[in-house]
């Protein structure tokens, strides 16, 4: 057994921390070229650890996908959060709590929360509107000048919320076709904030518009006018954006590492212990007949893993069970209680379900949900 | 506000103790009308707390999916317990921990954890010989006889493992079509295991067969010559077993109650705060056109849920958020801040996922992910 797999007992994340730096540093150095400030979203690592890796290389202000996850970070010393998804009224006295302690930004895309905001909140916050440039899930449309407005002049009649400008999410990039699609969609989010940048500038001094998502983020080099980006999932990539073109394979910075625990040489399968409580359930469609693909297969190595062995791939699992499909040759290359290596068809749920890392170094790396 | 609306904060998953109850009093009845023993699959809930409502009404011997699992139930006081996985060999220093302490019973289905076990085992351990009776995920065929056979001797050679005889998991009846279907799967997994039963009665003294999947225990009467059963989901069901025929809509034991955080009156949607984090990525397809069904509404009372609402089902989820698409009359019941309930489609899942939950009467029930 070499030094890595050796510490391997059951499933495990294995975080390999030299990509995930290069990852990160490659993001700096484009937010720089793009003149924007890089606000990463911490949903994707949910880790001090890792957000210190950030912050060594000069990053002070950060995305969150939840007020618990703002206040994990906000304890291990960040002091500048974006909530990056419309506040939950419910949550009034969490908000209360960070708020007295850092700069909490908000995001609001109704009357209501902004009434209910400035009726219950003890602190200033600062304030973004939501706003929607295609992917249709929230935000008010980019092109309702008339309902952006009236929730402008909203903000502007309260005493304790500070409207900073507006905040958009092209999360129809992940869905994208191929790199043509990702380009033409953020053209449009491009184009969008702009406008709303020219058309709000007086109302809004400082104004600022900020977008966020790593497919546009990896691919493109056009952000004009974009005061911010927050992109999350670059910072472990996965097969999905590894599919959509925004890394290339060495890139992905995480794998699963998974026993053998039984195999079927009559169908040519390996059966993991590694099930969607590690995985998650997330496949993609890996040819026009709809095979589900959960993951892509490597081989561990003393420090790391190896290119993505063709033959096989984790065709499908079950709550602790995965079923790697593959050729004769890796059928035989693997017995029972060896580990197979899987990069993850999306990290941030992986990530999410598996709650510690093991660095590729060997040391254990803590998250919130450790 | 009601009750228990008024303590639900962010996304919470409700657990309706009485149905829940009623659920295991169900199974407790059934496995005694079939003769068999219920060694209920405690990988739905992961619960010590749920545990003793099944340990009150006299159950003794469960089934987990990890030996993690079979560790946190060890030391709430279960004694007698089947890992129903393959073992992995990796997790011996848990294996003889375990040994030394309660009843381990444990699968194999390869010469190579036999003689692993035999080698590495420090305590005795019953062993059951994993049979695949048509789900196609692990096991050895239930029609090789030979390699059968070859397994049992090398068993009987071991001085630390007990035969104890055979174990199946009909797994596809959770895709079957209709109930039909599960009637003809469940045939033949009984047909099957009562031949080995009879084919090695002289090999395995007092030998035992087990099955166990949620549709056919649910649905079924006939277990002739089955020893045991060990169904797991129906402690809480869901959408995907109502959809199945495994129960009745109000014997789904658990609804996740999210927050609404915005509200998109052109497309008729909530957005909820309760995503892939909290219900996992599952989904049904709705029809034949493929509408993904990712949960069914129902409306949060005083000290439960109503029937399912007509007019709209969780229709998309991303990490942190779900899109509920509805019709106008839901539309306009449902405001910022309020509460809307959701059955999940995989409870099993969801209940992984939210490591605590809130009984409808107010308490909190803590699990080994908690």
New interface residues.
């Given amino acids: 057994m070499n030094t890595l797999d050796s510490k391997?007992?059951?499933p495990t994340l294995l975080l390999d921390k030299q990509k995930c730096i290069a990852n990160i540093e490659a993001m700096i150095a484009r937010a720089k070229r793009a003149n924007a400030q890089l606000r990463p979203h911490f949903?994707t690592h949910q880790s001090a650890e890792v957000g210190n890796w950030f912050k060594e290389r000069g990053i002070e202000c950060i995305a969150v996908?939840?007020?618990?996850m703002a206040k994990y970070f906000a304890d291990n010393g960040w002091t500048d959060i974006t909530v990056a998804?419309?506040?939950?009224?419910?949550?009034i006295d969490l908000i209360n709590e960070l708020a007295s302690k850092i700069q909490l930004n908000l995001l609001v895309?109704?009357r209501?929360?902004i009434l209910?905001l400035e009726s219950e909140l003890k602190h200033s916050v600062d304030i973004y509107i939501?706003v929607d440039t295609g992917y249709?899930?929230?935000?008010i449309?980019s092109e309702a000048i008339g309902s952006i407005k009236i929730l402008i002049d909203l903000i502007k009649a309260t005493d304790k919320l500070n409207c900073k400008g507006f905040l958009a999410h092209s999360?129809h990039n992940y869905n994208a076709k191929d790199q043509k699609d990702i380009h033409k969609n953020h053209s449009k989010t491009l184009l969008d904030l702009n406008e709303l940048k020219d058309t709000f500038r007086k109302e809004i001094p400082n104004i600022e518009v900020s977008l966020g998502d790593t497919p546009a983020c990896s691919i493109s080099e056009e952000f004009y006018g974009i005061d911010e980006i927050r992109p999350g999932n670059f910072v472990f990539f996965d097969i999905m954006q590894y599919v959509l073109g925004s890394c290339e394979e060495n890139e992905i910075a995480v794998a699963m590492a998974c026993?053998v625990?039984?195999?079927?040489i009559?169908?040519n399968e390996l059966?993991i212990?590694g099930g969607?409580?590690h995985f998650?359930?997330?496949f993609i469609e890996a040819d026009d007949e709809g095979t589900k693909l959960f993951g892509s297969l490597v081989r561990i190595t003393k420090n790391g893993w190896s290119e993505i062995l063709g033959g096989g791939f984790l065709a499908?699992i079950?709550?602790?069970?995965g079923?790697i499909r593959c050729n004769d040759i890796l059928f035989d290359e693997f017995?029972?209680?060896d580990i197979i290596g899987i990069l993850p068809v999306h990290s941030?749920?992986t990530a999410?379900?598996m709650k510690d890392f093991l660095s590729t170094e060997g040391d254990w790396i803590k998250t919130m949900n450790s």
Avoid: W, Y
Wanted: glycine letters at 8%.
């Fill in positions: 391997i007992i059951r949903k996908s939840s007020l618990q998804i419309p506040i939950n009224v419910r949550e895309e109704s209501e929360s209910f939501k249709q899930r929230c935000g449309p999360g026993p625990i039984a195999r079927n009559d169908r059966v212990h969607g409580v998650s359930k997330e499908s079950s709550q602790e069970h079923i017995t029972i209680g941030c749920m999410n379900l």
